[in-house]
Every structure is written in C-alpha cells, then in structure tokens.
T-cell receptor
Framework: GAGVSQSPSNKVTEKGKDVELRCDPI?????LYWYRQSLGQGLEFLIY????????KSGLPSDRFSAERTGGSVSTLTIQRTQQEDSAVYLC?????????????FGPGTRLTVL | AQSVTQPDIHITVSEGASLELRCNYS??????LFWYVQSPGQGLQLLLK??????LVQGIKGFEAEFKRSQSSFNLRKPSVHWSDAAEYFC???????????FGAGTTVTVRA
C-alpha cells in the first residue's frame, strides 16, 4: 500500500523567499508529525496534528514557521522569509492514532537548501 | 523531560562481525522504546519496539534489543552484519498516551568488506 509521501524531494531557495513543503500521510491515519533533521543532529520535533487540529506547535522554531492540515489528510509546512539556518531535511510522519505506541511511518523527507 | 543519548556518533564494523549500538534514555514514567533505521535518501523505518513484557525484543532484519530498566538502556544488537546494514540508526522514547517521541542524535554505521 501507499506510504507517506512528501514533495518536493529537494528544494533550493534563496534567502528571504517563502517555501511550502507538502506531506501526504497514509490514508486513515489521524496523527501527523513534522520533524526537522539537521546535519549531524537527531530529529527535532516541530508540530503534531490530530485530525486537522494542532494541539502541539511547541517545536516550531519561530513565527516564520507555520503548518496546516486539511481534510484530516494533506499537511503543508510553510517557512516564510527563509534563512540559511533553515536548511535541513524536513520529515513528515503519520500514525494511526496519536499515541506513541502506534508506529510512526515516515516519508522520505524534503531536503531544503537555503542559499 | 524526556531525552535519548546515543553515545556513539559513528561505528565501523566488518561484514560478518557483531554490532551493538548503545542507547540511554531519560523518561519520567514507563518508557516505550523504539529503534529506527534510515538508509541514505530514505525515511526512517521501524526496526523494533518495546512496550512491556519480555525485555529482549526481536525486530526485522535480524536485529534485537534489550531493555534494562536499571541502566536506563535499550541497546540494539545484530550477531552478524551485512553490507546492507550500513545506515544511520536512531533510538527514540515515548510513553503511554504520549504522542511525542524524542529521538537521539543517531549512530552512523559503516560496514567494511
């Protein structure tokens, strides 16, 4: 069956531009997560969705970062006025429900490079 | 606060040799523990998980891990590595009714012929 998909796979942008990263979770999964993986770092939690609601946005690094989820499915992570320190791999994961004993299934990630 | 420490940034092992990756966690309640593997350009794949019961858990690809509460550890092992095991390995901790997982910084495994 289809797994988690993310687009684009790679994005190169200039400092100051806005970018949108898309995540298509596994059908029927109510929980969706965004993580950031910087070079040599582990996964940094950004935001968690349960359905279309985001009960935990605590990991978003600044107000330049925002995310939404529509129809309990697709999610978009938007970074405004990108900075070089935003360069990283952005990973999306989904799980059947929002409890940690449910396996999180990860997408392949979007590699963002800010020049 | 929950956290995970993977003390080894990089491990090199010969093909056919055994492998052990260390993971120490800090969690205020009963932990749920996970090991994920990430191959180059790929997302993370779950190798195994521990929730309760037998402290030695078996996973995919011939991996196993042992939960030791007294040492706050959840080390991953494989008796004989294959070249295809070269990847980055992440340990993670969560808990009951806790949606969030905390990940370690990862251990990169290189397999030499």
């Amino acid at each position: 069956g289809a797994g988690v998909s993310q687009s684009p796979s790679n994005k190169v942008t200039e400092k100051g531009k806005d970018v949108e990263l898309r995540c298509d979770p596994i059908s029927g999964h109510t929980a969706l997560y965004w993580y950031r993986q910087s070079l040599g770092q582990g996964l940094e939690f950004l935001i968690y969705f349960q359905g279309n609601s985001a009960p935990d946005k605590s990991g978003l690094p600044s107000d330049r970062f925002s995310a939404e989820r529509t129809g309990g499915s697709v999610s978009t992570l938007t970074i405004q006025r990108t900075q070089q320190e935003d360069s990283a791999v952005y990973l999306c994961a989904s799980s059947a429900t929002g409890v940690s004993y449910n396996e999180q299934f990860f997408g392949p990630g979007t590699r963002l490079t800010v020049l | 606060a929950q956290s995970v420490t993977q003390p080894d940034i990089h491990i090199t092992v010969s093909e056919g040799a055994s492998l052990e990756l260390r993971c120490n966690y800090s969690y205020g309640a009963t932990p749920y523990l996970f090991w994920y593997v990430q191959s180059p350009g790929q997302g993370l794949q779950l190798l195994l998980k521990y929730f309760s019961g037998d402290t030695l858990v078996q996973g995919i690809k011939g991996f196993e891990a042992e939960f030791k509460r007294s040492q706050s550890s959840f080390n991953l092992r494989k008796p004989s590595v294959h070249w295809s095991d070269a990847a980055e390995y992440f340990c993670a901790v969560g808990g009951n009714n806790d949606y969030k997982l905390s990940f370690g910084a990862g251990t990169t495994v290189t397999v030499r012929a």
